[in-house]
């Protein structure tokens, strides 16, 4: 399953006026309608439409289209229409006529005195008939096309951000695998400060102190040790090798994980701020650094994903 991004831009056109098998013919006024279709990223799936007037009526067929498609992004659509002009006259069908002529009767029929219908009043008439219809199919069938543009769009986008983030996981593993030879050398450096102190209290012992050897080296001996403990950062290392190899096997497995990935990304911060709590090296808090800037860059493309 793939990974989709929140981010992209589709459009599409169709012209109300293209000849059908029941219309063979091409209107002489036909409408031209162009339908862009736009996301950003968005905790929830919000929706803005700005439509004409005549087809405010589609709203809740393009929210059904949508929603189909898309389950997170602020996704704006846009449509628009363009009358074309065309200088022949439109050919009249037998449908339109009968139904003009049924018109005509009736409103003679009330109104006796009311005139019949010129030649050019009966072609505009036909120019115009079905109009409407043809403008909301044209504009269902471009947003169909939109909104499949779009989630094309979203999904190529998608795997670059997989590229970038597998990229960056790649930094953080080798990161850590330069941090964890620095311990076992900081706790070795402290311990040689301790065996330091612990000669000379030895030597002020044996100028006529209180304090026996073997007290002097039990208590070195504890300070080396809380200090290993205190500076021990291998369940750091270790939680933050498990985060990526979880955040690795979501985006192979793909499809909507934006949510879940948000939530590693902080757990993968809190190891981060942990191990440079910890550091006493300044190897140790460069790396703890560049591991925060790497994950910053992470939660700012998780920030897109759906």
């Given at each position: 399953m793939?990974?989709?991004?929140?981010?992209?831009?589709?459009?599409?056109?169709?012209?109300?006026?293209?000849?059908?098998?029941d219309?063979?013919?091409?209107?002489?006024?036909?409408?031209?309608?162009?339908?862009?279709?736009?996301?950003?990223?968005?905790?929830?799936?919000?929706?803005?439409?700005?439509?004409?007037?005549?087809?405010?009526?589609?709203?809740?067929?393009?929210?059904?289209?949508?929603?189909?498609?898309?389950?997170?992004?602020?996704?704006?659509?846009?449509?628009?229409?363009?009358?074309?002009?065309?200088?022949?006259?439109?050919?009249?069908?037998?449908?339109?006529?009968?139904?003009?002529?049924?018109?005509?009767?009736?409103?003679?029929?009330?109104?006796?005195?009311?005139?019949?219908?010129?030649?050019?009043?009966?072609?505009?008439?036909?120019?115009?008939?079905?109009?409407?219809?043809?403008l909301?199919?044209?504009?269902?069938?471009?947003?169909?096309?939109?909104?499949?543009?779009?989630?094309?769009?979203?999904?190529?986008?998608?795997?670059?951000?997989?590229?970038?983030?597998?990229?960056?996981?790649?930094?953080?593993?080798?990161?850590?695998?330069?941090?964890?030879?620095?311990?076992?050398?900081?706790?070795q450096?402290?311990?040689?400060?301790?065996?330091?102190r612990?000669?000379?209290?030895?030597?002020?012992?044996?100028?006529?102190?209180?304090?026996?050897?073997?007290?002097?080296?039990?208590?070195?001996?504890?300070?080396?040790a809380?200090?290993?403990?205190?500076?021990?950062?291998?369940?750091?290392?270790?939680?933050?090798?498990?985060?990526?190899?979880?955040?690795?096997?979501?985006?192979?497995?793909?499809?909507?994980?934006g949510?879940?990935?948000?939530?590693?990304?902080?757990?993968?911060?809190r190891?981060?701020?942990?191990?440079?709590?910890?550091?006493?090296?300044?190897?140790?808090?460069?790396?703890?650094?560049?591991?925060?800037?790497?994950?910053?860059?992470?939660?700012?493309?998780?920030?897109?994903?759906?």
């Open positions: 793939s990974v989709y991004s929140m981010t992209g831009f589709a459009h599409a056109s169709q012209h109300a006026g293209d000849a059908t098998e219309s063979p013919a091409k209107t002489a006024a036909a409408s031209a309608v162009t339908v862009e279709a736009r996301s950003v990223n968005s905790r929830f799936l919000d929706l803005a439409f700005r439509l004409p007037d005549e087809l405010r009526g589609l709203e809740p067929a393009l929210r059904e289209l949508i929603g189909a498609r898309f389950k997170r992004g602020k996704i704006e659509l846009r449509i628009a229409t363009q009358r074309e002009t065309d200088s022949a006259w439109p050919q009249p069908q037998p449908d339109q006529l009968n139904r003009l002529s049924r018109l005509e009767s009736t409103v003679q029929g009330w109104l006796p005195q009311a005139r019949s219908l010129s030649v050019n009043e009966a072609l505009n008439w036909c120019r115009q008939g079905g109009a409407a219809e043809r909301d199919e044209a504009a269902l069938a471009a947003a169909r096309e939109a909104i499949a543009g779009l989630h094309e769009a979203r999904e190529r986008e998608g795997a670059r951000l997989v590229d970038i983030l597998m990229e960056r996981i790649g930094r953080l593993r080798d990161l850590a695998v330069q941090a964890a030879p620095l311990i076992p050398a900081v706790v450096r402290q311990q040689q400060r301790f065996l330091e612990w000669n000379e209290a030895l030597a002020n012992a044996g100028a006529g102190g209180s304090v026996t050897a073997e007290a002097l080296r039990d208590r070195a001996l504890n300070e080396a809380a200090y290993a403990l205190r500076i021990d950062v291998a369940e750091e290392l270790a939680r933050l090798n498990a985060h990526l190899d979880e955040i690795t096997r979501l985006l192979k497995a793909g499809g909507e994980l949510k879940r990935l948000d939530f590693l990304i902080q757990e993968l911060h190891e981060a701020n942990t191990l440079g709590s910890k550091s006493s090296a300044l190897d140790l808090t460069n790396i703890s650094v560049e591991m925060k800037v790497a994950i910053e860059q992470m939660r700012e493309q998780v920030q897109n994903i759906e």
